[in-house]
């Protein structure tokens, strides 16, 4: 499909059908998705932007405030408020970096780390839910990811 720099201007309803709008199925399908994690995360003690938190740091344990919140693509003060309650719930630890004071590093305390093997049945049950196949949600993944990495690479 060609690269165009703008839409074409059109007079036709059609072009602002509710259901014709990539952002409207991209929200409803989030919501959708949101709806699916809550009882599986409740079952953890998890929030959804705690358990993509815990995610980034079961992959990357001891990884810098910044690379997490660029990791992430949340800002400081929203990860901030997220670590703070996982710290609180003792899964992590916020440590200043011994080589640079101004880095915060976020480690995972052993519940943290033990959290992981309760929290391993999820993708399974989303896959389930889904009725999709693995090679399926694999290839709408990738188109996602590469929607983002477009969108932002446009609008800075």
Known sequence: MPRTSALPATSSPAALL?????????????LAMTK???PLL???GLTYPQYVVMLALWERDGTTVSELGGRLFLDSGTLTPLLKRLESAGLLARL???EDER???ITLTPAGRAL???AETIPACVLESSQCSVPQLQALTRELADL???ITQRSG
């Open 18 to 30: 509710l259901d014709k709008q990539v952002c409207f199925a991209l929200y409803s399908a989030s």
């Open 36 to 38: 699916l994690y809550k």
């Open 42 to 44: 409740d079952g953890i």
């Open 96 to 98: 200043r970096d011994a």
């Open 103 to 105: 880095r915060v590093r």
């Open 116 to 118: 992981r093997s309760r």
């Open 148 to 150: 983002r990495q477009r």
